[in-house]
């Protein structure tokens, strides 16, 4: 399979790794300075790249009929837009917060035990994530999922960084060294603590993830989530 990366930096790289391992080869970098892009050689892109450039990648592709894999956070306000136009266009799209085996595992058991904690009001959810210094946006995509998936299944309304209102998760996003990414859960009452916890050791699961997701795609139209591509649930 021919893959482009839009988006060239630490996961760019261990995707082309993870995609060598498995005999595809990379037609393209994109990265900020590229001024021409050819699409014709590419059966699949791969947009790990920052929140100001994901939604013009995916564009770009979608009107090149490239099936597109996005994983880069921080853009969601054009989401509908990016849904859309993958419609309009007979296209294949795919984004998720976090492309990773675990992570999904989690998300089916955050909506799990969210169904099971949504009549137990002595408990009150907060929800912590770490991540290393150069992340541009917070919370993590993976936090905001994590909320909704608690929003859907209980009586809490929204999310917000740090203090919050009533009916609010709080979300407090620390930055610390090189760490790859960890969320924790935590359900607190006076007596005690539930807490869930996923721990990423190394970027290797995240690049893994959306490079099966590149292969999955092929042959398909239209948008799909990772939950799709691993069977989950
Ligand atoms: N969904 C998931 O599973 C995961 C998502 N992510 C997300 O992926 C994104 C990238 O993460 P990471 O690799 O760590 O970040 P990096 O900063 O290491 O890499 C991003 C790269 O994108 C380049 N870039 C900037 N503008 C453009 C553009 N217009 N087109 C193409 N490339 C561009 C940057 O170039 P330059 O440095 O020159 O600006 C840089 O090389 C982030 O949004 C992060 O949150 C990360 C891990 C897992
Ligand atoms: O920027 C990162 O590094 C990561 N970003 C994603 C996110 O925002 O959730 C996924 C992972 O946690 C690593």
Redesign the pocket.
């Known amino acids: 399979m021919n893959i482009a990366l839009f988006g060239y930096g630490?996961?760019g790289k261990m995707i082309e790794q993870i995609a060598l391992g498995r005999n595809h080869t990379i037609v393209a970098k994109i990265d900020i300075d590229t001024t021409e892009i050819d699409f014709s050689r590419m059966d699949v892109a791969i947009d790990f790249s920052q929140p100001s450039a994901a939604f013009e990648n995916i564009q770009q592709c979608l009107e090149h009929k490239v099936p597109i894999i996005c994983?880069t956070?921080?853009w969601l306000k054009d989401f509908d837009n990016a849904v859309a136009l993958c419609k309009e266009k007979n296209g294949a799209f795919i984004y998720a917060?976090?492309?990773?085996l675990g992570?999904n595992v989690f998300f089916e058991l955050n909506a799990y035990l969210a169904k099971m904690m949504q009549n137990l009001n002595q408990y009150r959810v907060s929800m912590e994530?770490i991540?290393?210094t150069?992340?541009?946006?917070a919370?993590?995509?993976?936090?905001?999922?994590l909320a909704e998936g608690i929003i859907k299944n209980t009586g809490y309304q929204g999310w917000k960084l740090d203090t919050v209102g009533e009916g609010e998760i709080p979300i407090v996003a620390k930055r610390i060294d090189d760490v790859?990414?960890?969320?924790t859960i935590t359900y607190t009452s006076k007596v005690d603590d539930i807490e869930i916890k996923h721990t990423?050791h190394s970027?290797e699961g995240?690049a893994l993830g959306a490079v099966v997701a590149a292969e999955w795609i092929i042959g398909k139209k239209g948008v799909f989530t990772m939950k799709d591509v691993l069977n989950l649930g």
């Open positions: 630490k996961m994983g956070t921080g917060s976090n492309y990773s992570v994530e991540h290393h150069q992340k541009l946006d919370p993590s995509g993976t936090a905001i999922t790859p990414g960890t969320h990423a970027r995240f």
